[in-house]
C-alpha cells in the first residue's frame, strides 16, 4: 500500500483484487473522516482496476454514506467474450447503478490517461483519492487535487504506455519514468522493498513538479540507475533466443536491475520478432510459484495477436493461480501454464 497526501488530500494507491485490500481502502477512509473538521463526503476513485472488489468496496463505502466518484478509462472496447471481460462488464453495470451520474467510465482508445477525465483541482476539497499505484493513477490524483503543468495530459497517457514509450515525455516526465523503469522487482524475501522504493519515487515526482529541487536532485539519482540498467538491457538483448514462430525469450532470472522498455526494443528490431517473453525470477507471480513468463505483443501486431487465447477460457485471472492478463497483448504465467498452455500455443502459430 502506498498513501501520502497530495496537497491536502489523504491519497491511497491501491488496486483492490482481495478482500484485505478492500479492508485496507475502508480504513483509509474512515481514518481520513476522522481527520476532517467538516462534513465533506466526496471520495474519488480514478484509475482503479474495474474489479468485484473494487465494488464491493464502493458498495460499502456508499451504505456508509459517503459520496463516491468513479472515474476511469479501462472500459471494455470489443464484446465481452473472455471471463475476465465479462467479470469487468458484470462489474461496470454494477458501478454505474449505484453511481449514476457520478460514475464516469470510457475506453483507452477515447482516454489515453486517467487525467483527462478531471479539471484542475476538481477534487482539491475531497474526502480522500484512491488511486491505481502507477504513474498513469498518480498523474491523474495530482490533475484532481490541484497539481497540474501544462502538458501533464500528454505525459501521462506516454507513462501509461509501453515501456519504450515511457520515457519519451517531457524532461520532468522522463524524471518519474525513468525511476520507475527501474524500480526493484518484487522479491518475497523483502516484501516491502518495492512498495517503500515507489512511495518515495512518487513523493519525490509530485514535489518536483511543484518546483523542489532537492526532491528533482534525487530523481536524478536514480535517472543514473536508469542508464546503468540501459546497458544491462543491452546485454540481456544479445542472450535472446528464439522458442517459437516470432517469439523471442530472455532469460532474466538472477540479472542486475535493467531497463525493459530498451530490452523490449532491442528484441523487436528483429523483422521476426511478434512477441517478446521474459523468464523473471520476481514479480507477483514468481513470489508465489518461483518463476514467472511474461509476454508483450510488439505493437505492430497488436491487431493480429491475442496473448489471452494462449490460456484456457475459465483460466483464473489471479496470481495465486499463476495467470495474470488484463489487457490482449500483456500476459504473466507460471511455469506450469507456460509449459502446459503457453509455450505448445506459441509453437503451433502458424
Not at 57 to 79: I, P, R, S
Not at 174 to 179: E, G, M, Y
Request: net charge negative.
Amino acid at each position: 500500500m502506498i498513501s501520502f497526501k497530495i496537497k491536502n488530500v489523504p491519497t491511497l494507491f491501491i488496486k483492490a483484487f482481495y478482500a484485505e485490500d478492500v479492508t485496507c481502502i475502508l480504513d483509509f477512509v474512515r481514518r481520513a473522516a476522522d481527520m476532517r473538521r467538516d462534513t465533506n463526503t466526496n471520495i474519488l476513485f480514478i484509475d482503479t482496476p474495474i474489479t468485484a472488489k473494487t465494488v464491493d468496496a464502493v458498495e460499502k463505502l456508499t451504505q456508509e454514506g459517503y459520496t463516491v466518484h468513479f472515474k476511469d478509462h479501462h472500459g471494455l472496447e470489443v464484446e465481452a467474450i473472455s471471463d475476465r471481460d465479462k467479470l469487468v462488464e458484470v462489474s461496470t453495470k454494477k458501478l454505474q447503478a449505484l453511481l449514476n451520474e457520478n460514475c464516469t467510465i470510457t475506453v483507452r482508445s477515447k482516454h489515453p490517461a486517467c487525467s483527462t477525465l478531471v479539471s484542475p483541482g476538481e477534487f482539491e476539497d475531497a474526502l480522500a483519492i484512491v488511486a491505481d499505484p502507477d504513474a498513469d493513477g498518480l498523474t491523474a490524483a495530482m490533475k484532481a487535487a490541484g497539481i497540474y503543468y501544462d502538458g501533464l495530459d500528454d505525459d501521462a497517457a506516454k507513462l501509461d504506455s509501453e515501456p519504450r514509450e515511457q520515457v519519451l515525455g517531457s524532461p520532468l516526465s522522463q524524471l518519474l519514468a525513468k525511476n520507475l523503469a527501474v524500480l526493484p522487482s518484487y522479491d518475497a524475501q523483502n516484501p516491502h522493498e518495492r512498495e517503500r522504493t515507489q512511495e518515495q519515487i512518487f513523493k519525490n515526482w509530485v514535489l518536483a513538479v511543484q518546483g523542489d529541487m532537492k526532491a528533482e536532485s534525487k530523481l536524478l539519482e536514480g535517472v543514473k540507475k536508469y542508464e546503468q540498467g540501459v546497458k544491462v538491457a543491452q546485454d540481456l538483448a544479445k542472450k535472446a533466443t528464439l522458442v517459437a514462430p516470432g517469439t523471442f525469450l530472455v532469460n532474466v532470472c538472477d540479472t542486475p536491475v535493467f531497463d525493459p522498455g530498451t530490452l523490449m526494443i532491442l528484441l523487436e528490431e528483429d523483422p521476426q520478432c511478434q512477441i517478446t517473453v521474459m523468464r523473471k525470477d520476481r514479480g507477483p507471480i514468481a513470489a508465489l510459484h518461483g518463476v514467472q513468463y511474461s509476454l508483450a505483443v510488439a505493437r505492430v501486431y497488436r491487431d493480429e495477436v491475442n496473448l489471452q487465447k494462449l490460456v484456457p477460457k475459465d483460466a483464473a485471472n489471479n496470481p495465486q493461480k499463476g495467470i495474470i492478463s488484463n489487457v490482449s497483448f500483456l500476459l504473466h504465467v507460471n511455469e506450469e501454464a507456460w509449459y502446459e498452455h503457453v509455450l505448445p500455443g506459441l509453437k503451433s502459430r502458424i
